[in-house]
């Protein structure tokens, strides 16, 4: 069927503001004034579809949409800035279960399609399946629902068997179209299968990369089935998201140091007993911490998901101006996979109203670790881990690290002796010239502020 010219222009205007929309969601500066712009091509889109001749089911797609939308609605208002990675991974999730729900109607329906156009909508079908369960597990993983890493043995052997199996019942689909209901079923069983199986071993610590890969997943099966149905709006944003998507995870990946496929296939478990770690934990005083950093000539601040999990945004930027007052360089130094989602540290800081040019990259701001009085690390683990550099048999080794280490003093206020999410003991803490700050982040920052407005 051909689209009327006014529906088809409708989509090309959406398609065209999703595009202008992510392109400012490349800057902090820029974010939200790009998601509004990306909201608005999404409501141009939904309007076009309403206009289609001879659209039914309107009652029910306006239903989806109010209950959809409300729902995402006082979600929105209600989350915390401390769950906001396992929203975005719930979100993505229904984002490839839709896309894999298009394909399934269509298989059902047993319409004459071209084999290009069936071969698209397998695809989409398998990728759109593994995105909503895998980014499921990622939501329980991150809510806390699953505390720990469940892994099968042979757990890679079982990944490739289930990947065959669904490739080959997808092929068959193929080949065999209009699919009988029973390779229907299967198909969608195995893939759905698959994503919990091959996400279910992931840690927390390869979380943020994870959530990311199963964006571009998503974006991609959405392309794809925009494909099937012929609807050019769908297709670019789908394929936008995900080479944004993709790009975004090889980034991610390349600042742990580690492949994409070492990430999904093998789990983060030290390959021998590591490096023997001299000297003990020392610990100081938030008094001792004000005075420190009051009398310094520059300070760089590391936050970390502990900081996130304490809501101490808002403390560390008052502590921060307060410094500034008495004429104290500060600076804030983020790793690309603090936290628990990309960008998840500049989301906090940016909430908290710290502006954008005191927050700098982990490229940016290394090489200043070694001028500065103090590093005042909140909440942060692995990503300040020296082992990252010289213990082959730490999971970590390789990891590019912020060289926290390098700077004169460090403080690291942490709730207690645990390690991070990999895992691993952190050498830095045993160091000469760190000292430990225990307690939760926010209380913590709350005394530093104090003992700092009582020295003038």
């Not at 101006?321 to 540290?345: D, N, Q, T, W, Y």
Request: charged share 10%.
């Amino acid at each position: 069927m051909t689209l009327p010219v006014y529906v088809q222009g409708a989509w090309f205007l959406g398609a065209a503001l999703f595009i202008f929309g992510l392109k400012g969601m490349s800057s902090p500066a820029s974010a939200r004034k790009g998601i509004v712009v990306a909201g608005y091509g999404m409501l141009v889109a939904i309007a076009a579809t309403f206009l289609i001749p001879g659209l039914q089911n309107l009652a029910l797609m306006a239903l989806a949409l109010a209950l959809g939308g409300s729902a995402a609605w006082i979600s929105g208002k209600k989350v915390k800035m401390t769950d906001m990675p396992q929203m975005v991974a719930i979100y993505n999730g229904m984002g490839g279960g839709a896309a894999a729900a298009i394909a399934a109607i269509e298989f059902a329906k047993g319409d004459a399609h071209s084999l290009a156009t069936t071969v698209l909508a397998v695809i989409g079908a398998l990728i759109g399946a593994v995105s909503f369960t895998g980014s499921c597990v990622a939501w329980a993983k991150l809510q806390g629902v699953l505390k720990k890493a469940h892994r099968l043995p042979a757990q890679n052997a079982v990944n490739v068997v289930l990947a065959l199996i669904a490739i080959g019942l997808g092929g068959a689909m193929v080949l065999m179209a209009p699919a009988q209901p029973e390779l229907i079923f299967g198909f969608f069983a195995v893939a759905l299968v698959l994503g919990l199986i091959v996400t279910l071993p992931i840690g927390g610590a390869d979380m943020p990369v994870v959530i990311s890969l199963f964006n571009a997943f998503t974006g991609l099966a959405v392309g794809f089935e925009g494909y099937v149905l012929g609807n050019p709006a769908l297709i670019i944003a789908g394929i936008v998201v995900g080479a944004a998507g993709t790009l975004l995870t090889q980034l991610m990946a390349k600042a742990m140091n580690r492949p994409i496929s070492n990430i999904l296939f093998t789990p983060m478990v030290a390959s021998g007993p590591g490096e023997a770690i001299s000297g003990s934990m020392k610990e100081l005083s938030a008094l001792d911490a004000a005075a420190m950093m009051r009398y310094a000539s520059k300070v760089i601040i590391v936050p970390g998901y502990g900081m996130a999990v304490a809501h101490a945004q808002h403390k560390v930027w008052e502590m921060t101006s307060i410094l500034e007052e008495a004429g104290v360089e500060v600076k804030f130094a983020i790793h690309p996979v603090a936290g628990r989602m990309p960008g998840h540290m500049n989301v906090l800081l940016a909430e908290a109203g710290v502006p954008y040019d005191k927050i700098f990259d982990l490229d940016e701001v290394n090489g200043e670790f070694g001028q500065a009085d103090v590093a005042l690390i909140i909440g942060a683990n692995d990503v300040v881990n020296p082992s990252a550099r010289t213990d082959k048999a730490s999971p970590i080794y390789g990891m590019p690290i912020l060289n926290a280490d390098q700077a004169q003093n460090v403080i690291v206020i942490k709730r207690g002796k645990g390690t991070g999410y990999s895992g691993v003991e952190n050498a830095l803490f045993y160091t000469d010239n760190c000292r430990m700050l225990y307690g939760d982040a926010q209380p913590m920052a709350g005394e530093i502020i104090q003992h700092l407005k009582a020295m003038g």
